[in-house]
């Protein structure tokens, strides 16, 4: 238990489809983000929120929209999914987000297939 | 090229053996992480370190800043130490942005 909870944890959706991810953190940390990891693939992280200020969007497909109303909360609005965004998404929160190297702690995951 | 690679990319080991996998980077980094994937997918972090090395239970990491090098070594393995071990960088000013490898599938078998 890191203290990071996701849900769902798996999710199956069409591709007309609209859900939302949720991520919850327990540990008093003010950054949080959003990471994909499709199979054989490096981790991709995909924003980050400082404070509840999107501070970094890595290029991410406007599709999946984030959106965080609280330094404890996160969530991942996904709508018209492509079969190609089936994959992992963790969710993780550490201290401070840019300024300094901090330990993040990750979620378990959701496991998302688009059908 | 990656900017972080990892060696090697699967290793299968009998339980008892001594482990090591290796990281390298091409980067300047502030810190180095390793990190823990069981089948699961939750990711647990093992180490954050800059310089030299450090010791939990049965795993050491080290760090060799100069050779850009790290490794992460596990003692008297055990079959629970299955999982994907990540290493991951925080390049340069970036503060916390972590920049990944592909992972090393490790596989202990009793």
């Known amino acids: 238990e890191t203290g990071v909870t996701q849900t769902p944890r798996h999710l199956v959706m069409g591709m007309t489809n609209k859900k939302s991810l949720k991520c919850e953190q327990h540990l008093g940390h003010n950054a949080m983000y959003w990471y994909k990891q499709s199979a054989k693939k490096p981790l991709e992280l995909m924003f980050v929120y400082n404070f509840k200020e999107q501070t970094e969007n890595n290029s991410v497909p406007s599709r999946f929209s984030p959106e965080c109303p609280n330094s404890s909360h996160l969530f991942l609005h996904l709508h018209t999914l492509q079969p190609e965004d089936s994959a992992l998404y963790l969710c993780?929160?550490?201290?401070?987000?840019?300024?300094?190297?901090?330990?993040?702690?990750f979620g378990p995951g959701t496991r998302l297939t688009v059908t | 090229k990656n900017e972080v690679e990892q060696s090697p990319q699967n290793l299968t080991a009998q339980e008892g053996e001594f482990i090591t996998i290796n990281c390298s980077y091409s980067?300047?980094?502030?810190?180095l992480h390793w990190l823990q994937q069981h089948p699961g997918g939750g990711i647990v972090s093992l180490f954050m370190l800059s310089s030299g090395k450090k010791k939990h239970g049965r795993l050491i990491a080290t760090i060799n800043i100069q050779e850009k090098h790290s490794s992460l070594h596990i003692t008297a393995s055990h079959p629970r130490d299955s999982a994907v071990y990540i290493c991951a960088v925080s390049a340069g000013t970036s503060g916390s942005r972590l920049t990944f490898g592909e992972g090393t599938q490790l596989t202990v078998n009793p």
């Open positions: 980067v300047g980094i502030s810190a």
């Open positions: 993780a929160s550490s201290q401070r987000p840019l300024a300094d190297p901090y330990e993040q702690y």
